[in-house]
């Protein structure tokens, strides 16, 4: 089975800062990588899809970058919207794995 | 707009088996385009996806919940169900239903449903 692990588990940052989230794959898994963004109480939110595609919606601030095993999600200039989990997910081989999550709070 | 919702008992005791329904609307279930799944999480925890289902029948599980996950589809209610047995306090959590698409992306999720585990 593929595991997905993010880094950091916590993240402190300001509103204007630039922020970045790894998450890194135990195997290639091309650039099969989505996104998501989940607030307390709600469901999770697309972002990103094919690890750079913008979902249709989602701000300009939010970018994705990688292939293979290592993937990035950066916000550009952190709003105080963004406060927030971010989770990566993989689908291989029809299984699906969410990284453990990153939560972004005020610092 | 496609929307889910899941309903079933917000009280399992333990050992007993867990059910759950989602409800498809303002789509159907029967597109050929995309899978139905069931992903979960504990309270404070993150993200686990329990198995999926297409409109024929076709499942695919987690291999750590396999034997005691069902997932089922009934087409003519635009519905698909979850059961989960012999439950215990570690399956407490809030349970998701959602639509896979192409690379089996979620969008869109239920709002959720936390289903806990206490006798």
């Known amino acids: 089975d593929i595991q997905m692990t993010q880094s950091p588990s916590t993240l402190s940052a300001s509103v204007g800062d630039r922020v970045t989230i790894t998450c890194r794959a135990s195997q290639s898994i091309s650039s099969w990588l989505a996104w998501y963004q989940q607030k307390p109480g709600k469901a999770p939110k697309l972002l990103i899809y094919?690890?750079?595609s913008l979902e249709s919606g989602v701000p300009s601030r939010f970018s994705g970058s990688g292939s293979g095993t290592e993937f990035t999600l950066t916000i550009s200039s952190l709003q105080p919207d963004d406060f927030a989990t971010y989770y990566c997910q993989q689908y291989n081989s029809y299984t699906l794995t969410f990284g453990g999550g990153t939560k972004v709070e005020i610092k | 707009q496609l929307q889910l919702q899941e309903s079933g008992p917000g009280l399992v005791k333990p050992s007993e088996t867990l059910s759950l329904t989602c409800t498809v609307s303002g789509g159907s279930i029967s597109s050929s385009s995309y899978y139905w799944g069931w992903i979960r999480q504990p309270p404070g925890k993150g993200l686990e996806w329990i198995g999926s289902i297409y409109y024929s029948g076709s499942t695919y599980y987690n291999p750590s919940l396999k034997s005691r996950v069902t997932i089922s589809v009934d087409t003519s209610k635009n519905q698909f169900s979850l059961k989960l047995s012999s439950v215990t306090a570690a399956d407490t959590a809030v349970y998701y239903c959602a639509r896979l698409g192409v690379q089996w992306l979620v969008r869109p999720w239920g709002q959720g449903t936390l289903v806990t585990v206490s006798s």
């Open positions: 094919k690890a750079s």
